[in-house]
């Protein structure tokens, strides 16, 4: 497999090497739930309300990944800096504390969601009507939990690794089986829901299958679980993957959080029909925002290695080509969400009176979206160099001290209904954007100058 030179290869060329695979597995991995949205909302009679239904689901669904990124997105970048120092040896010991980390989490995970799956929906906002379509995806989709998180808690260290068209493959694989299992199961054995949820998690089987033997049998560095015995030298470890990660925890924990909010706030001001709204504008935001994902993510383990090999320079160049190529893909993607709101929609419902609704929404929940690629620049070079505490805060800083409180303030105390809920979003992206930015310049910049001097 062609591996991507970290120590000697141009940023621009090795930025690109990472973040098209990388790319191409983010835009293939929507297929995982936006295929499952798409073919249900098309459900004859039932489509509209069931999609609402599945939206109920999505808080889980992000924890679930949450914690994927918790032990993927914590170890991977400790993974690279040592590396980039040549401790591989180090590295390896990382990565295979990530992993058993991540098999336990799994388990526990899985339980505690079959165990209470109801009442867990019932909070989510979930009606009862609501809970006979929520109730069997979730419990089916609770099941793939372990081929989920290893999926996409490991295929970080692939990239990290270089083999980013590697990383690429696993997605595609389970995606692919998706597309082509989803209307089978949906459809052609007329298992609706439940058909989705099967169909996501043979998928998902697939995707860990080949993440597993990759880096077991094929990567430079392999993984294992940890042996009992190497369980007290690294605890170390485990503490630095998991302060690294909550940043990236937090922030896709705070998703579910807000979502669980929104949808809370839509069912008593505007009722089902405006989860069905917030469940379309959601799928259009993770479909939006994947290329900057990419970008931003293939970036990230070539900061590190740099930064791990003490190249101030190098490091300062991959994150201005990353927060360049950003900006670019941002400004199209914002004028297109803006000014062909109705394409977007729909991909994903063609029921005309849902339209009426969700376009003046859409227009507003995006209204600021050119801030939200400064809150992801920041995030990544702070979690890049490990930077811990800042990566925390800004992560708590947008989505909790911010968009949760807004969201119940600007519907009742300022009287804008739903459209209070959609306002909050733009608002926390201008604020929260704009200061994780600002206070990333002013930390990392001077620490680069600093490097290069003692250099």
Not at 112 to 126: H, Q, S
Not at 173 to 184: F, K, M, Q, T
Not at 219 to 242: E, K, M, T, Y
Not at 370 to 399: D, E
Request: hydrophobic share 50%; with cysteine.
């Amino acid at each position: 497999m062609k591996q991507i030179d970290f120590e000697n290869g141009t940023i621009t060329g090795n930025i690109i090497g990472a973040a098209i695979p990388m790319l191409a597995a983010q835009l293939l991995s929507l297929l995982y739930n936006i295929v499952d949205r798409i073919y249900i909302a098309r459900i004859p009679g039932i489509g509209s309300t069931a999609l609402g239904s599945i939206g109920l689901c999505f808080p889980v669904i992000i924890i679930i990944t949450a914690f994927s990124n918790l032990f993927g997105g914590g170890g991977a970048p400790l993974f690279s800096i040592q590396r980039g120092m040549g401790h591989d040896r180090k590295a390896g010991r990382i990565m295979n504390t990530s992993f058993t980390l991540l098999c336990i989490c799994a388990l526990l995970l899985m339980l505690i969601g079959l165990l209470f799956t109801r009442p867990i929906l019932i909070l989510f906002g979930a009606s009862k009507a609501a809970l006979k379509y929520a109730v069997p995806y979730m419990m089916i989709y609770l099941l793939g939990t372990f081929p989920s998180m290893a999926a996409t808690g490991l295929n970080p260290f692939i990239n990290s690794q270089g083999y980013a068209t590697t990383g690429m493959l696993s997605v595609a694989l389970g995606a692919v089986a998706n597309l082509i299992l989803d209307p089978i199961f949906i459809f052609v054995l007329g298992l609706g829901i439940k058909g989705a949820a099967i169909a996501t998690v043979i998928s998902q089987c697939f995707s860990a299958f080949f993440v597993l033997y990759f880096l077991t049998k094929k990567a430079q560095i392999r993984v294992h679980l940890l042996r009992p015995a190497q369980f007290p030298g690294s605890l170390q470890d485990a503490c630095n993957i998991i302060s690294l990660g909550t940043a990236g925890f937090i922030m896709q924990l705070t998703n579910s959080l807000v979502s669980i909010c929104c949808n809370n706030v839509l069912a008593q001001t505007g009722g089902d029909l405006y989860i069905s709204v917030m469940t379309i504008i959601s799928s259009i935001r993770q479909m939006v925002e994947t290329p900057i994902l990419a970008i931003t993510e293939g970036s990230s383990p070539i900061i590190s290695y740099n930064y791990g090999a003490r190249r101030p320079d190098r490091v300062f160049r991959a994150a201005a080509t990353m927060g360049f190529l950003a900006l670019v893909y941002s400004i199209l993607m914002w004028g297109l969400i803006l000014t062909k709101p109705r394409f977007l929609i729909h991909i994903f419902s063609s029921d005309r009176e849902l339209w009426k609704d969700a376009v003046p929404a859409l227009k507003l929940y995006f209204a600021a979206f050119i801030f939200m690629l400064l809150q992801y620049t920041g995030q990544t070079i702070f979690k890049s160099l490990n930077k811990k505490k800042q990566a925390i805060f800004f992560s708590l800083l947008r989505k909790v001290i911010i968009v949760v409180p807004l969201t119940y303030l600007l519907p009742y105390s300022f009287h804008l209904g739903t459209n209070g809920v959609f306002l909050a979003e733009p608002v926390s992206n201008v604020i929260g954007g704009t200061l994780c930015f600002v206070v990333m310049l002013a930390t990392v910049l001077p620490e680069l100058r600093q490097m290069k001097e003692q250099k």
